[in-house]
T-cell receptor, first 115, second 113 residues
Framework: GNSVTQMEGPVTLSEEAFLTINCTYT??????LFWYVQYPGEGLQLLLK?????DKGSNKGFEATYRKETTSFHLEKGSVQVSDSAVYFCALSDIGKNQGGKLIFGQGTELSVKP | SAVISQKPSRDICQRGTSLTIQCQVD?????MFWYRQQPGQSLTLIATANQGSEATYESGFVIDKFPISRPNLTFSTLTVSNMSPEDSSIYLCSTGQGTDTQYFGPGTRLTVL
């Protein structure tokens, strides 16, 4: 079945450091790919998405490119801030089920940015 | 994007009791989804709630434990029945308004003693 694998956390960085959180997926067909962020004590917010191969999603300085050849959707940011401290989830849409809407999530990666 | 609210935001319950969680969307949507996030874990889909039909449950989740209502196109409830400490989780509802991009409510943080 479809699945998502993320790099394990926690990831601890200093402010202004470069961030990469790896995400790889297994899927049949051509799912959409997402990054969601969960700030402490809050629900999930959509950070960015990509719907087809070679698409790049971007938001708030974060970027991720849909790489079909490597089945990856790595999240990057050039210079992290303390306010980026959160848990980041990679997810894919389970195409063909429920006409969309079912998301399969990775295990989440906790990011802690120190001043 | 949809604006989704949930009630209650958190609760502490005794084992053996039940809790009903409400989810309200600011627009009419066909499909609503309920997810569970156990402590320190990722999200797992519990069920899909369509208006006018029975909810569709994922493997490992049953209607007797997690009954769902969907009385109209903007509202759904999830009940966690006969609770045990293992049910302590964050419960989130979501909708995509017919797209594959899901928007989530703020979640209900449940602690079962």
């Amino acid at each position: 079945g479809n699945s998502v694998t993320q790099m394990e956390g926690p990831v601890t960085l200093s402010e202004e450091a470069f961030l990469t959180i790896n995400c790889t997926y297994t899927a049949t067909g051509y799912p959409s790919l997402f990054w969601y962020v969960q700030y402490p004590g809050e629900g999930l917010q959509l950070l960015l998405k990509a719907t087809k191969a070679d698409d790049k999603g971007s938001n708030k300085g974060f970027e991720a490119t849909y790489r079909k050849e490597t089945t990856s959707f790595h999240l990057e940011k050039g210079s992290v801030q303390v306010s980026d401290s959160a848990v980041y989830f990679c997810a894919l849409s389970d195409i063909g089920k429920n006409q969309g809407g079912k998301l399969i999530f990775g295990q989440g990666t906790e990011l802690s940015v120190k001043p | 994007s949809a604006v989704i609210s949930q009630k209650p935001s958190r609760d502490i319950c005794q084992r053996g009791t039940s809790l009903t969680i409400q989810c309200q969307v600011d627009s009419q949507v066909t499909m609503m989804f309920w997810y569970r996030q156990q402590p320190g874990q990722s999200l797992t889909l519990i069920a899909t709630a369509n208006q006018g039909s029975e909810a569709t449950y994922e493997s490992g989740f049953v209607i007797d434990k997690f009954p769902i209502s969907r009385p109209n196109l903007t509202f759904s409830t999830l009940t966690v029945s006969n609770m045990s400490p293992e049910d302590s989780s964050i419960y989130l509802c979501s909708t995509g308004q017919g797209t594959d991009t899901q928007y989530f409510g703020p979640g209900t943080r449940l602690t079962v003693l």
